[in-house]
T-cell receptor
Framework: ETGVTQSPTHLIKTRGQQVTLRCSSQ?????VSWYQQALGQGPQFIFQ???????GRGNFPPRFSGLQFPNYSSELNVNALELDDSALYLC?????????FGPGTRLTVL | GQQVMQIPQYQHVQEGEDFTTYCNSS?????IQWYKQRPGGHPVFLIQ?????EVKKQKRLTFQFGEAKKNSSLHITATQTTDVGTYFC????????????FGTGTRLKVLA
């Protein structure tokens, strides 16, 4: 067990809707990254948060936004959902030399 | 933009055979990590390599980081059915944010 939890496990939304995904780390790691993993592909880096500030961003549009809270839990918000947003969303808490991934949230956009 | 490619995309081996996956980055990496993802699961960290030419072993797994820090490999000796899954390399850029770019992955199937 990595100690990283994500909620919800599965989610179904329709195009145009907004979604919030959550991530928490039992160990209180101060750096968290979010990834999008489409079926059959590797995880794609969305962004990283360090001490509540965005600390790096991948090639994702502004409708993907995030928050990190003082307890180091984190949220990923996606506005104006598109069909291509259907994927497994993973958060990863960064340790000294490794990343601890949560089980992911499977998002389906209809 | 930076790309990390892995070959092969798929590999089927008989149990007991060896397996190797190769990872190539279009740019120099500050470090590289390897992950294993079982079907329906999430990536699980295996190892991190930092130094040029570094070689690390974990039981039947041998990891190498190239001299130019642009390529890496994972070799599994005498595969077992428990080795089934997709192996990803993830390279960190040198930007300081440690943004990890994942490779395309190699899906390993082990036939008993």
């Amino acid at each position: 067990e990595t100690g990283v939890t994500q909620s919800p496990t599965h989610l179904i939304k329709t195009r145009g809707q907004q979604v919030t995904l959550r991530c928490s780390s039992q160990s209180g790691h101060n750096t968290v990254s979010w990834y999008q993993q489409a079926l059959g592909q590797g995880p794609q880096f969305i962004f990283q948060y360090y001490r509540e500030e965005e600390n790096g961003r991948g090639n994702f549009p502004p409708r993907f936004s995030g928050l990190q809270f003082p307890n180091y839990s984190s949220e990923l918000n996606v506005n104006a959902l598109e069909l291509d947003d259907s994927a497994l969303y993973l958060c990863a808490a960064a340790g000294y030399n490794e990343q601890f991934f949560g089980p992911g949230t499977r998002l389906t956009v209809l | 933009g930076q790309q990390v490619m892995q070959i092969p995309q798929y590999q089927h081996v008989q149990e007991g055979e060896d397996f190797t996956t190769y990872c190539n980055s279009s740019t120099t990496l500050s470090n590289i990590q390897w992950y294993k993802q079982r079907p329906g699961g999430h990536p699980v960290f295996l190892i991190q390599l930092v130094k040029s030419g570094e070689v690390k072993k974990q039981k039947r797994l041998t990891f190498q980081f190239g001299e130019a820090k642009k390529n890496s490999s994972l070799h599994i000796t005498a595969t077992q059915t428990t080795d089934v899954g997709t192996y990803f390399c993830a390279g960190a850029t040198t930007s300081g944010t440690y943004k990890y770019i994942f490779g395309t992955g190699t899906r390993l199937k082990v036939l008993a």
